[in-house]
């Protein structure tokens, strides 16, 4: 039988949906008491080869952030896999990450660990990876030669100490591109390998990769 152990008392939950119906992921999670949330624009990648032929193949997409605590945070999931209809392909898929702490948020006041009854086996992974603009396609490439299905990019900027550079002696920041692949558990450290190898991850200012533990997800094609 496995033992009492502190779990996380909050989940963030990320959905990944297709451009426009962020509105739609917010107004479900209202109805279940949840005040709102934030939408970043991105772009899935789809393994199609009419897509590819047409260069149609990346997708807009939104990605709502979404923090609550652990019963609200599967009771919405349970409605947006309803709602939006999540068991079928290209409707989108929702997963929840563990947080141990929320500041600034009167609505999430209770910042300590819970019991929790044992710990839920972890199927699935949330690959993170920040590369400079242009490598996310070869980040993509790498992961699903080792079986990923894709992944949904998001556009940012990076300061770091390899980050900067200068033009008319003024600083800038580059941009970047955040890649996020959901892998099962037993394929993440294959794909991670591939994308360090193919990036040079490992060399000083090619990338970081992080890797977190999905709790609850729904959407996720076998």
């Not at 990944?16 to 109805?31: D, M, P, T």
């Not at 080869?49 to 652990?70: D, S």
């Not at 040079?200 to 970081?208: A, L, Q, S, T, Y």
């Amino acid at each position: 039988m496995a033992s009492n152990k502190n779990i996380s008392p909050y989940k963030l939950i990320y959905a990944v949906v297709n451009f426009g119906k962020g509105s739609e992921v917010l107004r479900i999670a209202r109805e279940n008491g949840i005040s709102g949330g934030t939408i970043l624009l991105g772009r899935g990648t789809v393994r199609s080869g009419l897509l590819n032929f047409f260069a149609l193949y990346e997708i807009r997409k939104e990605i709502v952030l979404i923090v609550a605590n652990n019963r609200t945070a599967k009771s919405l999931l349970e409605a947006l896999d309803r709602e939006m209809m999540l068991d079928r392909p290209d409707h989108g898929i929702a997963f929840t990450v563990d947080i141990q702490e929320v500041e600034g948020s009167k609505e999430l006041g209770c910042n300590s660990l819970q019991e929790g009854r044992g710990e839920k086996e972890i199927m699935y992974q949330l690959i993170t990876v920040i590369v400079d603009r242009g490598k996310a396609e070869e980040v993509i490439d790498a992961a699903t030669e080792m079986g990923s299905k894709g992944g949904t990019v998001i556009n940012a900027r990076g300061s770091g100490v390899h980050e900067r550079s200068t033009l008319f002696a003024m600083e800038i920041e580059p941009e970047k591109e955040i890649v996020m692949i959901v892998s099962k558990k037993e394929l993440t450290q294959t794909i991670v390998n591939k994308i360090r190898e193919k990036l040079r991850i490992d060399e000083p200012g090619k990338g970081i990769i992080f890797i977190q533990d999905v709790g609850d997800a729904y959407g996720l094609l076998k």
